[in-house]
């Protein structure tokens, strides 16, 4: 092996590593206190794992970063708190009225 192979390689690493802190450091860096704080316990994580999955594959290819973290958060509670019947029966209940308040005038 040539001398100079060795030095290529420290070098490709060294830039991957300065490449990858760059892009952590445009990052909003308020936020880092409040990244991987709270785990989800094992029971719900299954759950969490297959809601996210169906949200992934109702967008398909058209899942930019903001849309999955969104995704993430959405499964998350769901998994933790998921909807009762009462609270379907409390959103059908508000329908009507809300029909009646945006229903155009003639």
């Excluded at 001398?3 to 909003?28: C, D, E, F, H």
């Excluded at 299954?46 to 967008?59: I, Y």
């Amino acid at each position: 092996m040539p001398p100079w192979l060795g030095r290529v390689r420290v070098s490709l690493l060294t830039l991957l590593r300065l490449r990858q802190s760059v892009a952590m450091k445009s990052r909003i860096s308020g936020l880092q206190k409040y990244q991987g704080r709270n785990p989800l316990p094992w029971e719900v994580k299954p759950a969490a794992q297959m809601r996210l999955w169906r949200f992934c594959q109702r967008w398909g290819r058209n899942l930019p970063a903001w849309r999955f973290a969104i995704f993430v958060g959405q499964a998350k509670r769901l998994a933790l708190n998921p909807p009762t019947s009462g609270w379907g029966r409390i959103m059908l209940a508000k329908r009507p009225g809300l029909n009646i308040l945006w229903a155009p005038l003639d």
